[in-house]
Nanobody
């Protein structure tokens, strides 16, 4: 069973920063794709950032130049550094991994951007 556990969410003021972490139960190399999704209140889940096993990172237009996805293969973790946060970034953020035709999801961590 694959487990993904997010952490690092919380309340932050507009313009502030947060770093989200996702700990995977197995090697990151085992996943074809990994990334971060988010679901704002009352909206559909949307892709924020992702990368393929041997590929580069991709970002939603709404977060380009503000968010950075990264990975630590030794720790089996991926991260999402979020800078210049805006109210519209408020959402539950989910870690995602894909392999063998199956998507795996974490439980999510809530990020609230408010003054």
């Amino acid at each position: 069973q694959v487990h993904l556990v997010e952490s690092g969410g919380g309340l932050v003021q507009p313009g502030g920063s947060l770093r989200l972490s996702c700990a995977a139960s197995e090697s990151i190399f085992s996943f074809e794709v990994m990334g971060w999704y988010r679901q704002p209140p009352g909206k559909q889940r949307e892709l924020v950032a992702s990368f393929r096993r041997w590929g580069s990172s991709n970002y939603a237009d709404s977060v380009k130049d503000r968010f950075t996805i990264s990975r630590d293969y030794a720790k089996n973790e991926i991260y999402l550094q979020m800078n210049s946060l805006r109210a519209e970034d408020t959402a539950v953020y989910y870690c995602n991994a894909f392999k063998d035709t199956t998507n795996f999801w974490g439980e999510g961590t809530l990020v609230t951007v408010s003054s």
